[in-house]
């Protein structure tokens, strides 16, 4: 078998930080390019209507993870949430994570957190801001704006136990190429807010109007499957459109889980187990 060849960014530190250099430059000329018109205005005043608001634990113990980098990660998105916190999306603008927050290193005062690569948790400056960008996807599928970039966690890493949302509807961010985006296509000024209290993550995105229809996610047929190459985890997410009286207007299909389990299969609920 014919050996593969190396990219350039395998040959190194330097050189791969050389290589992220170059996609970093072209993903600025392509947003250039095509005239993307990012939300840059904030507001100290709230907008008056909740579309829609959730929370999530920032120290949950996980197998394996150093609960120091989930600490740290407590730091992280003290920082990044500070240059969120209340930006105004205005009709057709697109909101973008990393437009907002910049690049986290170091110096501006980020700290090693836990980050995911290739399958592999692994520690990273900056690790943990993946948790603000589960948070407002997560608000953004209840509302009608459109989400213009999203990068899926492709494997299990962990079991279920104690999970609030359906698997799957988290988002992988890397600066500055891989970036979470959602436009508003909506009539109306939205605004997100976000912050932290206690040992939670909040976060809210509001508006001038209040929305006509109900947004809700639902996860089904789901289960665990054994596979020639080991184990995965299925199911289908949507989001329900309802209106005001319960009537469904529409079931859309968000997302096709077929996750490969990472965590230790004994793990997994025989209950869930089709073979």
């Given amino acids: 078998m014919r050996?593969?060849?190396?990219?350039?960014?395998?040959?190194?530190?330097?050189?791969?930080?050389?290589?992220?250099?170059?996609?970093?430059?072209?993903?600025t000329f392509r947003d250039w390019l095509y005239g993307n018109h990012f939300a840059k205005t904030f507001s100290e005043k709230t907008l008056p209507c909740v579309w829609k608001s959730h929370m999530s634990m920032m120290l949950r113990p996980l197998a394996g993870v150093d609960m120091q980098l989930q600490r740290n990660k407590v730091q992280n998105l003290r920082l990044a949430t500070a240059q969120i916190d209340g930006i105004l999306i205005a009709?057709?603008?697109?909101?973008?994570?990393?437009?907002?927050?910049?690049?986290?290193t170091r110096k501006k005062g980020y700290l090693d957190g836990?980050?995911?690569?290739?399958?592999?948790?692994?520690?990273?400056?900056?690790?943990?801001?993946c948790q603000l960008a589960n948070l407002i996807h997560y608000m953004v599928l209840h509302t009608p704006m459109k989400v213009t970039e999203l990068h899926h966690h492709s494997d299990a890493l962990f079991p279920d136990a104690g999970r609030r949302v359906p698997f799957g509807t988290g988002t992988s961010i890397v600066y500055k190429n891989c970036d979470y985006r959602f436009q508003n296509t909506t009539?109306?000024?939205?605004?997100?807010?976000?912050?932290?209290?206690?040992?939670?993550?909040?976060?809210?995105?509001?508006?001038?109007?209040?929305?006509?229809?109900?947004y809700r996610i639902k996860e089904e047929n789901h289960h665990y499957s054994k596979e020639p190459d080991g184990y995965y985890r299925n199911s289908l997410v949507y989001q329900i459109v309802s209106a005001s009286d319960g009537e469904e207007l529409q079931k859309n299909l968000i997302l096709q889980n077929h996750?490969?389990?990472?965590?230790?299969?004994?793990?997994?609920?025989?209950?869930?187990?089709?073979?």
Avoid at 91 to 104: D, M, Q, T, V
Avoid at 115 to 128: C, F, P
Avoid at 196 to 209: A, K, V, W, Y
């Fill in 3 to 27: 050996k593969r060849r190396k990219l350039f960014c395998e040959y190194g530190p330097v050189c791969y930080e050389i290589s992220l250099w170059k996609e970093n430059c072209k993903r």
């Fill in 91 to 104: 009709p057709g603008e697109i909101f973008s994570l990393w437009a907002l927050i910049g690049r986290p």
């Fill in 114 to 129: 836990l980050v995911i690569s290739s399958g592999h948790l692994g520690k990273g400056v900056a690790g943990g801001l």
């Fill in 187 to 214: 009539p109306y000024p939205v605004q997100i807010k976000v912050w932290l209290q206690d040992s939670m993550l909040m976060g809210e995105i509001r508006s001038t109007s209040a929305l006509q229809e109900r």
């Fill in 259 to 275: 996750s490969k389990v990472l965590f230790d299969p004994a793990l997994i609920p025989q209950e869930e187990l089709r073979i």
